[in-house]
T-cell receptor, first 114, second 114 residues
Framework: GENVEQHPSTLSVQEGDSAVIKCTYS??????FPWYKQELGKRPQLIID?????GEKKDQRIAVTLNKTAKHFSLHITETQPEDSAVYFC?????????????FGTGTRLLVSP | DSGVTQTPKHLITATGQRVTLRCSPR?????VYWYQQSLDQGLQFLIH???????AKGNILERFSAQQFPDLHSELNLSSLELGDSALYFC?????????????FGEGSRLTVL
């Protein structure tokens, strides 16, 4: 089955710096790659997603890139702010499941210091 | 507020006991997913229901079972509880039957097994 690895597990940056979180997946047929943000004690929420026919997608300060050949995708956060501090999860959706069956990475704890 | 309601929010019980977690999906959503999040762990997919039918199973133990009722709410039953079952259990819903799309998570049910 699909396996998603996520790095780093912890990332500390200064406010205003950029942060990059990387994920690799094993199933080359996976075709949907969302990123979820989970603030402390809160529920995960979708922040951005990308599909396999697109190489990059941006939404204000966040962007996701996808390299299907290498089977990896990354989350980029620019001009980080303290409110970006949270745990970020990448996920991959294996194809041919008929319905969504996301496999999540183990998460990256991002700490943005003022 | 995601529109997904989970009860109870917190539950403390003893080993060997049985508990039921309840989830009401967003209005109109036909798909319900259950995830387990242990301390400092990612989101482990347990099971997916669509319009009352089981559609996919993940790493769900035989001691655990779930169902989705005609009114689309879902229940996750955990029996013969062990200390290791202590975790945050999330329910998520999506409109379905799209192959991919945003999952809307509830606030979770935190289970503590003593």
């Amino acid at each position: 089955g699909e396996n998603v690895e996520q790095h780093p597990s912890t990332l500390s940056v200064q406010e205003g710096d950029s942060a990059v979180i990387k994920c690799t997946y094993s199933d080359s047929a996976s075709n949907y790659f969302p990123w979820y943000k989970q603030e402390l004690g809160k529920r995960p929420q979708l922040i951005i997603d990308i599909r396999s026919n697109v190489g990059e997608k941006k939404d204000q300060r966040i962007a996701v890139t996808l390299n299907k050949t290498a089977k990896h995708f990354s989350l980029h956060i620019t001009e980080t702010q303290p409110e970006d501090s949270a745990v970020y999860f990448c996920a991959a959706s294996p194809a041919n499941t008929g319905f969504q069956k996301l496999v999540f990475g183990t998460g990256t704890r991002l700490l943005v210091s003022p | 507020d995601s529109g997904v309601t989970q009860t109870p929010k917190h539950l403390i019980t003893a080993t060997g006991q049985r508990v039921t977690l309840r989830c009401s999906p967003r209005s109109g959503d036909l798909s319900v997913y259950w995830y387990q999040q242990s301390l400092d762990q990612g989101l482990q997919f347990l099971i997916h229901y669509y319009n009352g039918e089981e559609r996919a199973k993940g790493n769900i133990l035989e001691r655990f079972s779930a169902q989705q009722f005609p009114d689309l709410h879902s229940e996750l039953n955990l029996s013969s509880l062990e200390l290791g079952d202590s975790a945050l259990y999330f329910c998520a819903s999506s409109p379905g039957p799209k192959r991919d799309g945003e999952l809307f998570f509830g606030e979770g049910s935190r289970l503590t097994v003593l």
